[in-house]
């Protein structure tokens, strides 16, 4: 039996490809991403996971289903235990201040891709949402999975890597997959076109996320 998420990834299939094949992974890997773009990319996703922790507490708050909202309160739990936790970590190691923190410009894809996720939400409901936060797990799991199968020279770059191959987040991934199954087996075709459009445009920030940390984008 195919699954709903099966069509998902196959929808995005050549994005994820796309996104495996960026200089900002492969650099990654191979231990040559300087570190300022590093820098760049961990300032602009600690906004990211700030309003992504959010949206998860705003699907907790719109849902009487007791599973997924179990699911998203655990899940915003765990990206302060663990994502944030090790970036605060990566944040001491490399000098980047509070100062920093608070001066940083949102670059262009960042902002872009968080005002989505909202507007997924306001506009498409429940299972829009589950569907738009749903590649930034599930990407990044089977890129993490991958890189830790040669891992990185780097101690930041391995750590980095070690965060999304760990046993605990594959079943986070596969907790988020069941629910968004789950939900599609009781919606009609146009809400599941509204779900396909949400998992494509967060596949594509995802991409545009790699090059906006990879070319330190501005807004210029």
């Known amino acids: 039996m195919v699954e709903f998420t099966d069509q998902l990834h196959q929808l995005v299939s050549d994005l994820w490809i796309k996104s495996e094949k960026q200089p900002f992974i492969i650099e990654l890997q191979s231990g040559e991403l300087p ?26 708050e719109q849902t009487t289903d007791l599973n997924i909202k179990n699911f ?57 949402a589950l569907c ?18 040669v891992g990185s020279p780097v101690k930041y770059y391995q750590e980095w890597i070690d965060t999304y191959d760990g046993d605990w987040y594959a079943v986070n991934v596969k907790k988020l997959l069941a629910l968004i199954n789950q939900l599609a087996t009781n919606v009609p075709k146009k809400e599941l076109a509204k779900m396909k459009d949400a998992f494509l445009r ?19």
């Open 202 to 220: 967060s596949s594509y920030y995802e991409l545009k996320f790699w090059q906006m940390a990879y070319n330190q984008e501005e807004w210029k």
């Open 132 to 149: 738009a936060i749903a590649p930034c797990y599930w990407l990044y799991q089977e890129i993490g999975h991958k890189m830790a199968k």
């Open 35 to 60: 570190l300022a773009k590093f820098r760049f990319y961990l300032l602009q996703d600690r906004y990211y996971l700030s309003e992504f922790a959010k949206i998860h507490q705003l699907i907790a």
């Open 72 to 128: 998203v309160l655990a899940s915003a739990e765990d990206l302060q235990e663990s994502e944030v936790e090790v970036r605060k970590q990566f944040f001491k190691e490399l000098n980047i201040t509070d100062d920093e923190v608070d001066t940083t410009i949102v670059a262009p894809t960042a902002y872009a891709y968080v005002n989505h996720l909202y507007l997924t939400l306001q506009r498409d409901g429940l299972a829009g």
